[in-house]
């Protein structure tokens, strides 16, 4: 059951003074690609779709400075909910203190990397009236790009006109943890992912919609390339982005910057606010439990069963857990499976809130030819309640060409607990916004 925010204006806020972009460029000199630690997808979605796994180097150099990864603290069944709560703060606190040293917007030049998978039509049909559409995927924090697959099964059935989708991962998640994990930092600003985004798209991203296979290591395409895209957008593309919380603010502030990269944008509860007042300790306590959170079990079916033990976990769909514990998970040397993501890394992500609020300021300005759906959680539960206001001035902060939609079914993980009427939803949105036929399906 969905229903939709009334117009709601914005309450003033006070300037965060939002920083300048800070612009990426190729790394001088040769790069050594990194071997891969994980096994690069080479199967197919629904029999459908190809997929395949690439990595490109994310933007260089990053805004954080380069200082070491904090020790997590060890991990007791005995903290009360006040040791959690201090836990939290005492790294979002540290985290402040590097950012108000001083932002000299470039300083970590170690190479890192990010991985997408790609799903694209084994028989793509060529249509000269209009462009193919295009699906880009931005995971929330915590989660591997993989965890879209079961909204994917239920709507691409439905909404046969996506040729292609690129599935994002930060730096420190899944398989691009792996990748990274000897030069990952001990500061993550959410501008680095947006910039990566907008690297990806801008310089990487192939120009058609190949059914032929791609090398793992996408190539660079030429500057002239990238300097139409910023100006004009894809010449062969309609892009749609879907972002999740943390996903959704990094692919906004991506826009904000390069607004002809994109054409339309579901924000599935993305993370933009003031992060004030009331969330404030809402997040110390959700930055100290992710701190202490367990990250290695015997085999992955002791992990399923742990995640089904947890009240939280437990609300999700059936597929997409098995997708968490196939793909969030890897085998380490020990013989134990663990975590992709470090627990401190999505820690620092949580902490370090700054680029939300900056975005909260900017996102009026968002360019109005991109269409806005927010999709936003409507299941009874404290969160709902206590952000209920903050939801309704989000879905509204930039009120022209946008509309919104809660689902009753779900909290904020909305992929992950309500992926089919998600996925109904969006197919609803691309039909309409597409003036596409809808194909007739079960969802």
Aim: proline share 9%; aromatic share 10%.
């Amino acid at each position: 059951m969905t229903s939709s925010y009334p117009y709601t204006p914005t309450t003033f806020r006070t300037t965060v003074n939002p920083r300048p972009w800070a612009p990426f460029h190729p790394h001088e000199g040769h790069v050594e690609v990194p071997p891969l630690p994980f096994k690069p997808r080479s199967d197919s979605l629904l029999g459908i779709y190809n997929i395949s796994t690439h990595i490109i180097p994310a933007a260089y150099p990053r805004v954080t400075p380069d200082i070491p990864v904090p020790q997590p603290p060890p991990r007791s069944s005995k903290r009360d909910e006040g040791s959690i709560k201090k836990l939290g703060l005492e790294l979002m606190e540290q985290q402040l203190r590097q950012s108000e040293d001083g932002y000299s917007a470039v300083t970590d030049e170690r190479p890192l990397w990010n991985c997408v998978n790609r799903y694209v039509k084994k028989d793509k049909e060529t249509n000269a009236k209009s462009k193919g559409i295009t699906l880009f995927l931005v995971h929330a924090t915590g989660f591997p790009k993989e965890i879209w697959e079961t909204t994917l099964c239920y709507l691409l059935p439905a909404c046969g006109v996506i040729d292609e989708i690129w599935s994002w991962e930060s730096v420190q998640h899944g398989d691009s943890a792996l990748l990274n994990r000897r030069n990952l930092n001990g500061s993550f600003d959410w501008t680095d992912n947006a910039r990566d985004i907008a690297n990806f798209l801008i310089n990487y991203m192939p120009e058609e919609v190949e059914t032929s296979a791609l090398p793992i290591q996408l190539h660079r395409l030429p500057a002239s390339v990238g300097e139409s895209r910023q100006k004009n957008g894809f010449s062969s593309r309609t892009t749609v982005a879907a972002g999740h919380s943390f996903g959704g603010c990094s692919v906004t502030l991506a826009a904000l910057n390069f607004p002809a990269l994109f054409s339309s944008m579901v924000l599935l509860d993305a993370m933009i606010d003031t992060f004030q007042e009331f969330t404030w300790e809402p997040t110390q306590r959700m930055v100290g439990a992710t701190l202490l959170r367990r990250e290695q079990w015997p085999s992955r079916e002791d992990a399923l069963r742990s995640f089904k033990s947890s009240p939280m976990i437990s609300a999700w769909h059936p597929d997409v857990l098995r997708l968490y514990v196939d793909y969030g998970l890897y085998d380490d040397e020990g013989g134990y499976v663990r975590l992709k993501t470090p627990p401190i890394h999505e820690a620092l992500v949580l902490a370090n809130p700054r680029a939300g609020r900056e975005t909260w300021e900017l996102m009026e300005n968002l360019d109005e030819k991109i269409e806005l759906l927010w999709i936003l959680p409507g299941k009874e539960s404290p969160d709902v309640s206590m952000l209920l206001e903050v939801r309704k001035q989000r879905a509204w902060r930039r009120p022209a060409n946008s509309s919104n939609i809660i689902l009753k079914s779900s909290g904020h993980l909305i992929p992950q607990e309500s992926p089919e009427e998600l996925a109904r939803v969006m197919a609803d949105f691309l039909h309409k916004k597409y003036d596409i036929s809808p194909i007739k399906h079960k969802l």
